[in-house]
């Protein structure tokens, strides 16, 4: 049994900041690859980034140079850093572990114009 718990979302400005954090707990069996998804209404999910168990990154090209994936192994927990929000990124942001795969519950972030 493993548990994501997702916090640190809310409503923010437009140019403004946020992070987001996850916590996963259980039986997780060593470090796996976490990421960070997106749902807006009316849309399908989407990946925002992905940090591999040896901290390599990947990005979505909408996000690149604005957030940041991070992670601390000891706690097994996995940030995001979101910088120069936009109402565009507006949507519920999604933790996932990987292989076999888990979800969080998801985490609203809203960005007003």
């Known amino acids: 049994q493993v548990q994501l718990v997702e916090s640190g979302g809310g409503l923010v400005q437009a140019g403004g900041s946020l992070r987001l954090s996850c916590a996963a707990s259980g039986s997780i069996f060593g470090i796996r690859a976490m990421g960070w998804y997106r749902q807006a209404p009316g849309k399908m999910r989407e990946m925002v980034a992905i940090?591999?168990?040896?901290?390599?990154?990947n990005y979505a090209d909408f996000v690149k140079g604005r957030f940041t994936i991070s992670r601390d192994n000891g706690k097994n927990t996995v940030f995001l850093q979101m910088n120069s929000l936009e109402p565009e990124d507006t949507a519920v942001y999604y933790c996932?572990?990987?292989?076999?795969?888990?979800w969080g519950q998801g985490t609203q972030v809203t960005v007003s114009s």
């Open positions: 996932k572990l990987f292989g076999p795969d888990y």
């Open positions: 940090i591999t168990s040896g901290g390599i990154t």
